[in-house]
């Protein structure tokens, strides 16, 4: 019988996997540091120029940082999806969450009116965009917690949250058609995803909004793990559905709301990463898959942003566009060769 | 005998059926039925008649229409979820969702209603898993996937969930639906077992009338809006087998015990 502790090695070594990923990433960049450079900005600053200090403190420790939240955000809320819905397809945004954190920073971006420039104006890019997402995609969740009380059939949340999906894409090409180039420009970069450009200010909101996500996924473990036999049985063993649906919407949209407000909708992960799980940890248990989904998804999105910084070039390619590009291929072939999904 | 044996069930003037906001469907009414303790019963009637809806019903999973439905003396209404878990366990006909469980897993799972709020499995827990899946037989299976096991071992496997969970009465919704005439029996005479040497209160929807007649302490038998519920001997006796079908094209033997072509 496979135990917990059956699993203690693979632990080790995803662990491992996260430090070297951790390492990698910091290390690479547009200017090249020595890794013993890299080293004694931590444990000897003195002795290294201020100049590259100055980058790893300040630029890439904060982005490896978001990486690891970023990451292992969206495969857990993946991972929550799927079990909730029992469909291997879903992921983090099936709820329309990144449909309506996108068109609130379309609102923000693409609507020219008045209102919005005095918002960028008066607090900063940044934190509009978070403002504008964050509300977008809380409005979209609430809309569909509401329909989720009224009804009994999870399935019917899952196309519920496709419409809104759908409905977001529809008026944020509205709002494309009669904008101008420019602000088409800024509202694009913003859908590449990006994990640079956060204060340390941004790095706690966001850091402290994903733990209080996590948190709540811890209670939902046990009754996840009933939700494998079927709603039907998981009742009958005394699990409350409604209760375990609504803890559930709440974690998974705290997690991509706060995520896709400062690093915007980052895509495929959440859906692959626990597939790529699974493959490692042949096993359904949630207290097992958690932690490993959250581990796998922060050495993937590490990984994918190193690639992503093109390493001594002065280029950064949108981290969307590598997260599918090295990624959809990889589940591909690994699928094909387990042949078996769940 | 029988009423030395203690009350598990108790419906008292229930009508079942579906309420919608136009109307109201009554599938049965006047229901007054009950179920003892350490007896097999076989919930028998045709296709669409409404055991089902009874079963949900008894099962807390649809609201009644009316009258009062008492699970040792306690109105289920009043259960609160955990305390309905430890009570009554289910094996249900669904088909379970795509997974990597294993039979262990799964059958561990019926502990749920025991373990704290990480679900974290103790030495008796584990003592239940293991007693639960020696009766079932199915011991040698327990690093299985469920992908890979057949419907019998399936089957068995789920009624190894329900004797885990550990609770006094136990219902079965077509649990040898899909299964040949070897694992029918086979999983008959287990419930039998649990039933005689455990105590355990079993109320099964059928269609193996013959099976039925030859094992149940008790038969329901579910006609257009009324439900029956006798011993073996009365129900033969009294030629309520004859009208369960109410149909031009079998006949009940009372000699074979059995359906025979007419």
Known sequence: MKTPSSYNTTFILLGCALFLALLLNISLGSVSIPLKDIFN?????????????????????????????????????????????????????????????????????????????????????????????????????????????KLKNTMSILIIGLMFGSLSSALISVLAYFSSADQLQQYMFWSF???????????????????????????????????????????SMGVNIKKTRRITLIATSLLTGVITAFSGPIAFVGLAVPHLTKLLFDTSNHKLLLPAVAISGAIIMLICDSIAQLPSSEFTLPIN???????????????????TLS | MKNSK???????????????????????SGINIELHQGTLVCLLGKNGIGKSTLLRS???VQPVLSGDILIKDISILDYSPAAFSKTISLVLTERLPESNLT??????????????????????????IARALKETNTTHLSDQKISELSD???????????????????ILDEPTAHLDIHHKIETFSLLKKL????????????????????????????????????????????????????????????????????
């Open chain 1, 41 to 149: 900005t931590f444990l000897d600053a003195d002795s290294v120029k201020t100049s590259w200090r100055f980058i790893i403190l300040d630029y890439r420790v904060p982005k490896a940082i978001t990486a690891i939240i970023v990451g292992s955000g969206l495969s857990v809320s993946g991972l929550l999806m799927q079990t909730l819905f029992r469909n291997p397809l879903a992921g983090p945004y099936v709820l329309g969450i990144s449909s309506g954190a996108s068109l609130g920073v379309a609102l923000l971006v693409l609507g020219t009116s008045f209102f919005s420039g005095s918002i960028l104006a008066s607090i900063g890019f940044n934190w509009s965009i978070a403002l504008a997402s964050s509300l977008g995609a809380f409005s979209v969740l609430f809309a569909v917690m509401l329909a989720a009380n």
């Open chain 1, 193 to 235: 995803g990006s994990l640079g450009n956060l204060s340390w200010t941004e790095i706690m909101v966001l850091t402290g909004v994903s733990c209080l996500g996590f948190f709540m996924v811890l209670f939902i473990i046990k009754p996840l793990n009933s939700l494998l036999l079927g709603e039907n049985y998981a009742k």
């Open chain 1, 321 to 339: 566009a590598i997260t599918s590009l090295f990624g959809a291929p990889i589940v591909i072939w690994l699928l094909i060769r387990k042949r």
């Open chain 2, 6 to 28: 203690q009350l598990i069930v108790a419906v008292k003037n229930v009508s079942i059926g579906y309420q919608s906001r136009k109307q109201k469907t009554v599938i049965a």
């Open chain 2, 58 to 60: 008894i099962t807390n």
């Open chain 2, 103 to 128: 039979v262990y897993e799964i059958v561990a799972l019926g502990r749920q209603p025991y373990t704290n709020w990480i679900g974290t499995v103790t030495k008796t827990d584990k003592d239940f």
């Open chain 2, 152 to 170: 019998g071992q399936l089957q068995k496997v789920m009624i190894a969930r329900a004797i885990a969970q550990d609770t006094e009465l136990i």
């Open chain 2, 195 to 262: 039933a005689r040497d455990f105590g355990k209160t079993i109320l099964i929807s059928t269609h193996e009338i013959q099976i039925a007649l030859q094992l149940a302490d008790e038969l329901w038998l579910m006609k257009e809006g009324v439900i029956i519920a006798d011993s073996l001997e009365n129900i033969i006796k009294n030629n309520e087998l004859e009208q369960l079908f109410s149909s031009d094209l079998i006949a009940f033997d009372k000699k074979l015990k059995q359906f025979i072509i007419k």
